[in-house]
């Protein structure tokens, strides 16, 4: 499947700054997902977007869906030291496959 | 969610040389997917594994390089052949969500490979 872009590629903010990381497809999308990775890690699911300008709140983060479901978005409020990770958008395509973003690294500073 | 156990964790072989990584899922699922993460990368698709058929690979990923087994609903393997430097990744198994209230996909928890 067509890979998504995800910009920017990397992001250092001081702790307490806000951060936000968008994900761009050229193509319409029937959902999108986020993940994080920490350092390390491993892939961790976070939320799926499904419907058209939808938008969702886990604590300091908000995820939307763009209206046109070709773009997304993960903002973080006030982020903290245990927001450091990389964070990838994700689409489904054909057969289930889950196909990643590019990926936005943050690094979060005290 | 699934929980998978996957190993080894870590290896260092040498060149020329095949790794067969293991994962082990505690539910019954019908597909099963392998991942490549290059250094600093993101995570490309390698194939998809289904019990009682043939992987399926993605373009670029050919089965005489990355053989699969997926002898039944709980269980794959990825053998990394004739490695080269170039192979140096972490890779990763991961199986879609079940029934019900969704989680997302569960991924083991990696493979590191080094290639000397």
């Known amino acids: 499947g067509q890979q998504v872009m995800q910009i920017p590629q990397y992001q250092h903010v001081q702790e307490g700054e806000d951060f936000t990381t968008y994900c761009n497809s050229s193509t319409t999308l029937s959902n999108i997902q986020w993940y994080k990775q920490r350092p390390g890690g491993h892939p961790v699911f976070l939320i799926q977007l499904v419907k058209s300008g939808e938008v969702k709140k886990q604590k300091r983060l908000t995820f939307q869906f763009g209206e046109a479901k070709k773009n997304s978005s993960l903002h973080i409020t006030a982020t903290q030291t245990t927001d450091v990770g990389t964070y990838f958008c994700a689409r489904t395509g054909g057969g289930n496959k889950l196909t990643f973003g590019t990926g936005t690294q943050l690094k979060v500073e005290l | 969610s699934a929980v998978i156990s996957q190993k080894p964790s870590r290896d260092i072989c040498q060149r020329g040389t095949s790794l067969t990584i293991q994962c082990q899922v505690d539910s019954q699922v019908t597909m099963m997917f392998w991942y490549r993460q290059q250094p600093g990368q993101s995570l490309t698709l390698i194939a998809t594994?289904?019990?009682?058929?043939?992987?399926?690979?993605e373009s670029g990923f050919v089965i005489d390089k990355f053989p699969i087994s997926r002898p039944n609903l709980t269980f794959s393997t990825l053998t990394v052949s004739n490695m080269s430097p170039e192979d140096s990744s972490i890779y990763l198994c991961s199986v879609e969500p079940g029934q019900g209230a969704y989680y997302g996909y569960t991924f083991g928890s990696g493979t590191r490979l080094t290639v000397v």
């Open positions: 594994a289904n019990q009682g058929s043939e992987a399926t690979y």
